[in-house]
């Protein structure tokens, strides 16, 4: 491989270059990382169920019981990561703590709190939706494409 | 006579001397492999100040007060500070700027910077245009991760390729004359893309800048590998060094024996720093707290530090860029 | 003491297929967590989500599908009692509780805390 052909969109050399850089590559622990995920993950889940139950017990309604469960997870995500312990949870769990409501929580409050040295509008307010804003962008959105196509149905 | 030697080196005539060097760091850098070997070690990430970005240039600022402080010069006999940093608008080093109240000039290369002002620097004092100058670089891991990637608390897992930009801020005092480490020879780099997209895999992706670099020093000086004790590149951590040595053996050369990176030497295995440390003060901090007395005392005698800079932003990443990146070379030898 | 095991593996197995999305393929949380709130959604509309709801409980409920599945479930409902405007007033009402209270304990997490990098 010739180092001096090594320039920009030089595709032989790049091609060569990341056949090398795979075999040098660190591999993420797969094995490690999806057992961190399941348990993490089904752990929150089994909080979540503890909750619910608990609000059913108050002979709330399922959805009723639903929705406080949420808040609650919310809540319970929001917290530990203004107490500045859900990044590290996250570090070692990856999905398992991403992918609950709880991990929903953590990128509101995250870049939130981050940004609150740029002030309250343009830093707090506007960062809060960073990661959620999509997140609520897409779900609308595909909700009302669904919910079209289930009205023209029924 | 031209001292301009081969396609992109240079050999000075009056070889600039290295007077002095400090380098002050965060806690996790005090922590890590050079802890003792920092004129200071914060004991937060935020030294007092009341934002990461207002610590970054309070670091710079008590880097380059120390670094002055111990040639006996006074701040006012400095004629050039040459500086920069990571930050959008090289914020964290102009506003270091103000208080010290020297001619400026602000100089951005990724985390090759400090090689970068080394060089510049070393030309203005070799060309007769000043008799002290200032090098000197920062960076920190909290002010950069929010600035290229996402804010600090977000639970997202780091690959293992990852690395950890290193807090903290290496200053230099270039002078004319006086004994001390000199710098003999400099090679300037050309942006070098391999095409690589993953800002996790900032290593991996300059290793070709400075394998091109190294490479091109040998070739326009005329030295081997082996001239040098050691030679050391920025923050390329242990893929990116590994990929160095492997892209320097196709060329038919050797330097797995004499050859290290700094990114390697900051943090230990057990900090979680995955594939090692990145950002100007990666060497900075290599080159101010350990290489400089190294090579002071003469347990070193002739090394070629090569900084190594991506010079992506986030805005080329979002727009699904590949990552440019650079390499300069600097020769320090006593 | 099944409703909690049940809520453990399926959540489990949700967040395992998480893991992979990151492991395997470059895509940031960001994507991750927007991906799969529209996969729940598909997956609620075409009557799949529901009965993992069923059997997981909050294992289905709290990961982030069940987010995108109470947006189209509800909205469906919606639909069912006021007809057209469901498919633009039905999302919301369902998931008012659960933006409400991250928007508010969001702002109010981030006046009271300080990042500690």
Known sequence: ?154 | MNKKRGQQSIIFKVPPTLSAAAAIAGPKEGEGLLGNYFDKVMEDNLGGQDSWEKCESYMMEVAITAAVKKTGLLMMDIDFILAGDLLNQLIATNFAMRSLERPFLGLYGACSTMAESMIIGAMMLDGGFATNIVAAVSSHHDAAERQYRFPTELGAQRPLGAQWTVTASGAVVMTQGNNGPKVTAATIGKIVDPGMKDTNAMGPAMAPAAANTMWQHFQDTGRSPDYYDMIYTGDLGSVGKELVIRLIKDKGSDVSSNYEDCGCMIYRESQDAHAGASGCASSAAALCAYLYPQLAAGYLKKILFIGTGSLHSPTSYQQKESIPCVAHAVAIEI | MQAYIMAFLVGGLICVVGQLLMDLTSLTPAHILVLFVVLGGILSAVGLYQPLVDIGGAGATVPLPGFGHTLVSSTFEEINNSGFLGIFSGALKGAAVGITVAVVFGFTMAVLFNPKG
């Open chain 1, 1 to 154: 491989m010739s180092l001096n052909d090594s320039g920009y969109k030089n595709q032989q050399f790049n091609q060569r270059y990341q056949k090398m850089y795979e075999q040098v590559k660190p591999k993420p622990p797969l094995v490690q990382n999806l057992v961190g995920a399941f348990v993490v993950g089904g752990l929150i889940c089994t909080v979540g169920q503890v909750f619910q139950n608990y609000f059913l017990a108050m002979n709330l309604s399922v959805k009723s019981a639903s929705a406080m469960t949420t808040a609650v997870m919310i809540f319970l995500g929001a917290l530990f990561t203004g107490l500045g312990v859900y990044d590290e949870l996250g570090r070692r769990a990856g999905a398992g703590s991403t992918v609950p409501i709880t991990g929903f929580a953590n990128s509101i409050v995250a870049p939130a709190m981050e940004f609150k040295r740029e002030g309250y509008v343009l830093g707090v307010g506007a960062k809060l939706f960073v990661i959620a804003g999509p997140v609520i962008v897409y779900g609308l959105l595909t909700s009302v494409v669904t919910g079209f196509i289930y009205w023209l149905i029924h």
